[in-house]
């Protein structure tokens, strides 16, 4: 067992028993020419988390954790799209629609990829979501039970979107959460700061939020 420095309190984080899950790292909301970009916003504000999240990802990579990538997305043939979805925003370039990364937010485009920078390594699971939370409609719950996992360090994109969603289910589903604060970012910055507040209120209604080098500092000694 190791200490997190985290908020509300410290958190006692066991790495055999914890995954880090890496939500939503996609070209299509971390480039221009994405469904981010395509909705109006600058993409620069969410690049920043790239950087303290590839340092995590590979020190957890050495360290042996459990790692986890999710994307957002949808079946070529939208099948499994809800027309509120598409519809929401009433976007003249939405879900679906030809952009400059293939079609948005579609299994198999380049858009819908994850950044090269974090691109998964062969036996990394990576979950395919059509919704918001990672669990809603996916295997993710019976990939973590089946690996023995309770402890989800939380890093991705959007805060208020896709990671305060997971991580509102994984607490419902009974995993303790840590948000790694420089490791998750939204285009908007009063809701990248309500979105970590939230998780934290309450004496950790939702969670634990700790910085990138708090939780590498707790993560085991690489391998020589
Ligand atoms: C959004 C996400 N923001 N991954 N998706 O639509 O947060």
Redesign the pocket.
């Known amino acids: 067992m190791a200490i997190i420095e985290a908020e509300p309190y410290p958190f006692e984080f066991d790495p055999a028993r914890a995954s880090l899950l890496i939500?939503?790292m996609q070209r299509d909301?971390l480039e221009p020419g994405g469904f981010g970009a395509a909705l109006g916003n600058d993409v620069l504000l969410l690049r920043r988390t790239i950087a303290p999240t590839r340092r995590l990802l590979e020190k957890a990579r050495a360290a042996g954790l459990c790692i986890i990538h999710t994307r957002?997305g949808h079946r070529p043939d939208l099948a499994d799209l809800p027309p509120a979805k598409k519809a929401r925003g009433k976007l003249p370039t939405g879900i679906g629609d030809p952009g400059p990364m293939g079609r948005i937010l579609v299994r198999g485009e380049p858009g819908h990829d994850i950044i090269p920078e974090l691109r998964p390594l062969p036996g990394e699971p990576v979950v395919d979501k059509p919704g918001?939370g990672a669990f809603h409609a996916t295997d993710l719950d019976a990939m973590l039970k089946n690996r023995g996992i309770t402890q989800l360090i939380v890093c991705g994109?959007?805060t208020e979107?896709?990671v305060n969603t997971t991580v509102r289910e994984a607490n419902d589903r009974g995993y303790d959460c840590v948000v790694v604060a420089d490791c998750v970012g939204s285009y908007f910055p009063e809701f990248q700061e309500m979105g970590l507040r939230m998780i934290k209120a309450q004496g950790g209604i939702f969670g634990w939020v700790a910085s990138s080098e708090d939780v590498m500092t707790a993560l085991p000694a690489m391998a020589p």
């Open positions: 939500i939503d909301f957002e918001k994109v959007t979107v896709c």
